[in-house]
């Protein structure tokens, strides 16, 4: 995952349980200097990674493990009134 609000995408990882692969996670994140030379001022800028995060590797992970059953969306009374109806 690339490309995404890093606030965001921390949110929805912690939610569904991702968990960040660590192997090379410090060399992609700096693997393309276009990015890191927008940020702050562009929105396509690549914040600097900062170890001082307490979810740090959560944060600026770019590939997860995925748990399966933690993963799957939770069906709730409202989610039914959004299915079109049956024909």
Do not use: C, M
């Not at 912690?14 to 030379?37: C, V």
């Not at 690549?46 to 944060?59: A, G």
Request: glycine fraction near 6%; aromatic fraction near 8%; charge should be negative.
């Amino acid at each position: 995952v690339g490309g995404i609000d890093l606030e965001v995408r921390t949110k929805v990882a912690r939610d569904l349980g991702w968990q960040p692969l660590r192997e090379l996670l410090e060399e992609i994140h700096d693997g393309d200097p276009t990015l890191r030379g927008q940020w702050p001022f562009q929105y396509a800028g690549l914040e600097p990674l900062d170890k001082r995060h307490k979810d740090w590797e959560l944060r600026y992970a770019v590939a997860y493990q995925v748990n399966v059953a933690a993963a799957k969306p939770k069906v709730n009374d409202s989610a039914s009134a959004l299915q079109p109806a049956a024909r």
